[in-house]
Nanobody
Framework: QVQLVESGGGLVQAGGSLRLACAAS????????MGWFRQAPGKEREFVAA????????LYADFVKGRFTFSRDNAKNTVYLQMNSLKPEDTAVYYC?????????????????WGQGTQVTVSS
């Protein structure tokens, strides 16, 4: 049973940065793609970014391109989401998820394990 635990969320002013981390335990991690999703109050969960098993291929939602960077350290079973130039509209609970396969996947159905989420709040 894979467990994913996010950390690094918090309150930051617009234009600031945060680095989210997601630590995996309890199963195989390195051979699978990973994803970040977010959900704002009153809105549906949306895709943020995906990274393949090696970290060599990433996909980003248009609204984070150029601002967020997804990376992974397979030796530490941890993925990271570096978020720069944050905007108030980035406020949401951010979730990491483990893919069902090694590639990058946009749909949430392509993920089988999810973390509990970490709150990111960006003030204007």
């Amino acid at each position: 049973q894979v467990q994913l635990v996010e950390s690094g969320g918090g309150l930051v002013q617009a234009g600031g940065s945060l680095r989210l981390a997601c630590a995996a335990s309890g199963g195989t991690f390195s051979g699978y793609g990973m994803g970040w999703f977010r959900q704002a109050p009153g809105k549906e969960r949306e895709f943020v970014a995906a990274l393949n098993w090696s970290g060599g291929s990433a996909l980003y939602a248009d609204f984070v391109k150029g601002r967020f960077t997804f990376s992974r350290d397979n030796a530490k079973n941890t993925v990271y989401l570096q978020m720069n130039s944050l905007k108030p509209e980035d406020t949401a609970v951010y979730y990491c998820a483990k893919g069902r396969g090694p590639g990058t996947v946009v749909s949430g159905r392509g993920y089988d394990y999810w973390g509990q989420g970490t709150q990111v709040t960006v003030s204007s």
